[in-house]
């Protein structure tokens, strides 16, 4: 059973930066998966918000984080780095995998198998 734990979330005020990262048990070739967060904010569906394939060649943003947010991986984990922080980025964030190899990232969260328990960042104004 694939398990996802992130970590790195906290409280910043606006205009700074958290790093997140994504660590991933119970699955063997890390690589062969693409990976995605995602986030949800009170009172609002889960939405996308990064994603890279499984080479990590590729990655995709939300408008919304274009140019602040930065996606990435290595052998081990995920990381989503977010600089210039607002308070709309306030939220939980989540890291996702599906359970197919060598696919790029989605923006559908259905077609994510696995997630994690998410990780509370928020933002002060």
């Known amino acids: 059973q694939v398990q996802l734990a992130e970590s790195g979330g906290g409280l910043v005020q606006a205009g700074g930066s958290l790093r997140l990262s994504c660590a991933a048990s119970?699955?063997?070739?890390?690589?062969?998966?693409?990976m995605a967060w995602f986030r949800q904010a009170p009172g609002k569906e889960r939405e996308f918000v990064a994603g890279?394939?499984?080479?990590?060649?590729t990655t995709g943003y939300a408008d919304s984080v274009k140019g602040r947010f930065t996606i990435s991986r290595d052998n081990a984990k995920v990381y989503l780095q977010m600089n210039s922080l607002k308070h709309e980025d306030t939220a939980v964030y989540y890291c996702?995998?599906?359970?197919?190899?060598?696919?790029?990232?989605?923006?559908?969260?259905?077609?994510?198998?696995?997630w994690g328990q998410g990780t509370q960042v928020t933002v002060s104004s």
């Open positions: 119970g699955r063997t070739f890390f690589n062969s998966y693409a």
């Open positions: 996702a995998t599906s359970r197919i190899s060598y696919t790029s990232w989605r923006q559908d969260e259905n077609w994510y198998d696995y």
């Open positions: 890279i394939n499984w080479s990590g060649g």
